[in-house]
Structure formats: C-alpha cells, structure tokens
C-alpha cells in the first residue's frame, strides 16, 4: 500500500531532514518509501488543494485510471477545467499520467497531518 501523507511545515530545516532521511531510507533498503508533502502554510496547501481538486483527487481514486473526458464526466464539470486542476495536480505529484495517457492517482491513500497551535 502506497501511502502518501500532506503537511503543513513551516521549519523549511525540518521540511530537508525529513526529505534526507526518506531518500536515505530508500537508498538502504532499495525500497520506494510513502511520500510526503510539505507546504509552508495553510494558504499554499489550500492555494493547490482547493476543494474542487480535493473532489477530483477523490473521485480518481474511485474511478482508477480515466480520461481526462470520463473524469470531467463524472464531477459534472467542464473537460478544460478538469485539465487544468489535474494539471496542477500532475505538477505536484498527487496525479500521474500512466503509459496509456491515462490520469490516475498514485496512492492508495492520501493522509493530511497538520496542527494548528496557540503562539507561547
């Protein structure tokens, strides 16, 4: 199961650390590790994760591999819009393009982590 986890970190150092010893595990053990996405902050998590993205992120996952038409069929939205919110998607790794030319999500599951804390 590939999972892949999204968090909001706005320690660009522990951001690098945790990237180095992800990179590091693989290289040990020759093994893919889960990946992680890190944004510096609510607005640019929400700035490429907006809901319609998260919907369609949902849905492809639901659907598997599909065309960019069959997608936009089955949100009931426009094929030039899909294309671009999967495009954005595609850029950011949470949306891959098959061998086919097919869109698919990569994971198997999509974590979000993130905690909002009082300034001491």
Avoid: C
Wanted: net charge negative.
């Amino acid at each position: 199961m590939t999972t892949a986890t999204i968090r909001i970190q706005r320690n660009d150092e522990t951001a690098l650390r945790q990237a180095l010893e992800g990179f590091a595990a693989a290289w040990k053990t020759g093994e893919a590790q889960d990946h992680a996405f890190s944004f510096s902050s609510p607005e640019q998590l929400f700035m490429i994760l907006t809901p319609k993205r998260w919907t369609l992120i949902e849905t492809l996952q639901r659907l598997g591999p599909s065309t960019y038409r069959s997608l936009a069929s089955a949100l009931s939205r426009d094929v030039k819009r899909v294309h671009e919110d999967t495009a954005a998607l595609i850029e950011w790794g949470l949306v891959e393009v098959n061998d086919e030319g097919r869109i698919h999500v990569p994971y198997d599951v999509i974590h979000a982590d993130f905690d909002l804390r009082s300034v001491a």
